[in-house]
């Protein structure tokens, strides 16, 4: 994940500090929208322009950097990664981590398992 923009909207720095420990939650982009007390589109427009991300792409970046530690660390089932880190979908999970990080998980974790390829 390409490191977010510093900003000065304490809402959004809020919503990010708890979506850092909570991006596993269901719905945590309307858990963020309430959180923040603001109108959806209002959240959104703020977010994005605080920190370059949508809402929905930066819960997708944090928990696919999440699964990366995961895969290099352990040996863990990657449909119980997937779960670990939100996606009740495992299918769904390979397909986004693909598209992010280029390569299937399994191919992520045989690369770089024990840290000798970052």
């Not at 420990?21 to 269901?26: F, I, N, R, V």
Request: glycine share 8%; hydrophobic share 35%.
């Amino acid at each position: 994940m390409t490191r977010p923009r510093q900003h000065d909207d304490a809402v959004i720095s809020a919503c990010q500090a708890w979506i850092a420990g909570h991006y596993d939650a269901p719905n945590p982009v309307a858990r963020m929208v309430q959180r923040s007390g603001l109108p959806e589109r209002s959240f959104k427009r703020r977010f994005r322009s605080a920190t370059g991300y949508t809402p929905v792409a930066y819960v997708q970046a944090l928990r696919i950097e999440e699964a990366k530690q995961m895969l290099e660390a352990g040996e863990e089932r990657i449909d119980a990664i997937a779960a670990a880190v939100g996606y009740e979908d495992p299918t769904f999970f390979r397909r986004l981590f693909r598209r992010s990080a280029g390569v299937t998980p399994a191919q992520y974790r045989q690369r770089y398992k024990g840290g000798g390829g970052n």
